[in-house]
Nanobody
């Protein structure tokens, strides 16, 4: 099991930006694929983005394509979710997830592919 720690959430106005970070506690992230998911009040759990262990492939949910990017700095043992042009409907608790593996990011577009989860960080976008 890998303990994941998310940070970077907060309150932002519509149109603004936030960057979320995800790091493992006490372990290297190098061989882990990482995904971001979110849960908004009254809505289904939603895939946001994923990145392969090498960082060579990324994949995004339809609702965030063109606005969010995902990247990783394996030297810093951190995965980032850069969120631009935020909308009120992006308001949710965002969760980082990780799974040991070398598959393409598209393989990790489902929460069932992950076995390590963070506690979540709240993102609130005001209109």
């Amino acid at each position: 099991q890998v303990q994941l720690v998310e940070s970077g959430g907060g309150l932002v106005q519509a149109g603004g930006s936030l960057r979320l970070s995800c790091s493992p506690s006490g372990r290297t992230f190098t061989n882990y694929a990482v995904g971001w998911f979110r849960r908004a009040p009254g809505k289904a759990f939603e895939f946001v983005a994923s990145i392969s262990s090498s960082g060579g492939t990324t994949y995004f949910g339809d609702s965030v394509k063109g606005r969010f990017t995902i990247s990783r700095d394996n030297a810093k043992n951190t995965v980032f979710l850069q969120m631009n042009s935020l909308k009120p409907e992006d308001t949710a608790v965002y969760y980082c997830a990780a799974r040991l593996g070398t598959g393409s990011a598209t393989y990790y577009r489902s929460d069932t592919k992950f076995d390590n989860w963070g506690q979540g960080t709240q993102v609130t976008v005001s209109s």
